[in-house]
């Protein structure tokens, strides 16, 4: 079976550049969540989709972030502008089918440099 | 007080050894508990979850003190292999569920 698959894996760019990133969920999965990590704060939830609705933004840092799930099988993450102090690794995960019960299945991850 | 507490260690054990985390959450609506593994560069990986009366896997074991508001994860005859981030999540209640993650205990097992 198919894990959460995203895309780019490594992403570098200069500050003030526009960059999305992109995730599949497992097929059935109704939940989609994007997370970043960094050593000075771990894991920090950004935004939660169920049903492909957004239930929970409120860990997008601010304006700059934006994300949307057209459909159950697609999702991007924007962050415009960037900024250095965005670099992280930004993970998207799925769940489902019961909402807070069921765990989370993560991707691989992309790598995001902003110089 | 944050919502999920873990110890960061790290904790240096050689092999064989026995070692257990803990992992302390603030709200006492939670509803659902795992531990995830994290190599260095990897994505989380699911461990387990967390039942309420106590659940074995292998080597592994973890419960859920629902009064003391804690879970723990125990290794044991730990294996070089089993040197990772340890990742306790709390999947909070009431309106939205949201996972939670500790910021993980580093476990290094030695020779």
């Known amino acids: 079976d198919a894990g959460v698959i995203q895309s780019p894996r490594h992403e570098v760019t200069e500050m003030g550049q526009e960059v999305t990133l992109r995730c599949k969920p497992i097929?059935?999965?109704?939940?989609l969540f994007w997370y970043r990590q960094t050593m000075m704060r771990g894991l920090e939830l950004l935004i939660y989709?169920?049903?492909?609705?957004?239930?929970?933004d409120s860990g997008m840092p601010e304006d700059r972030f934006s994300a949307k799930m057209p459909n159950a099988s697609f999702s991007t993450l924007k962050i415009q502008p960037s900024e250095p102090r965005d670099s992280a690794v930004y993970f998207c995960?799925?769940?489902?089918?019961?909402?807070?019960?069921?765990?989370?299945?993560f991707g691989n991850g992309t790598r995001l440099t902003v110089t | 007080r944050k919502e999920v507490e873990q110890d960061p260690g790290p904790f240096n054990v050689p092999e064989g050894a026995t070692v257990a985390f803990n992992c302390t959450y603030s709200n006492s609506a939670s509803q659902s508990f795992f531990w995830y593994r994290q190599d260095c560069r990897k994505e989380p990986k699911l461990l387990m979850s967390v039942y309420s009366s106590g659940n074995e896997d292998g080597r592994f074991t973890a419960q859920l003190n629902r009064a003391s508001q804690y879970i723990s994860l125990l290794i044991r005859d730990s294996k070089l292999s089993d040197s990772a981030t340890y990742l306790c999540v709390v999947n909070s209640a009431g309106g939205s569920y949201i996972p939670t993650f500790g910021r993980g205990t580093s476990l290094i097992v030695h020779p």
């Open positions: 995960a799925s769940s489902g089918p019961e909402l807070g019960r069921s765990p989370l299945h």
């Open positions: 097929s059935g999965h109704n939940s």
């Open positions: 989709f169920n049903n492909n609705v957004p239930i929970d």
